[in-house]
């Protein structure tokens, strides 16, 4: 299964509060979401930190 949007959608703060829980519950039961939370959100902490020394290089300019 595709866990990647649900991911996404919870790391970017998107899900309710229910949604959420269910999330956290999900992730301690099951491996394979771990795995792919794991992975997804590496890139993504990446992402949002190459997208911000950009705007402050962008704001020193």
């Keep these: 299964m595709n ?3 649900l991911i996404l ?3 970017s703060g998107e899900l309710s509060r229910d949604e959420e829980n269910s999330f956290k519950e999900e992730l ?3 491996g394979e979401l771990r795995k792919e939370f794991t ?3 590496a890139a993504y902490d ?3 930190d190459q997208l911000q020394k950009r705007d402050e290089l962008s704001f020193r300019q």
Excluded: F, P
């Design 3 to 5: 866990y990647v949007d």
């Design 9 to 11: 959608r919870y790391l």
């Design 28 to 30: 301690t039961s099951n």
């Design 39 to 41: 992975e997804v959100s």
């Design 46 to 48: 990446l992402i949002r």
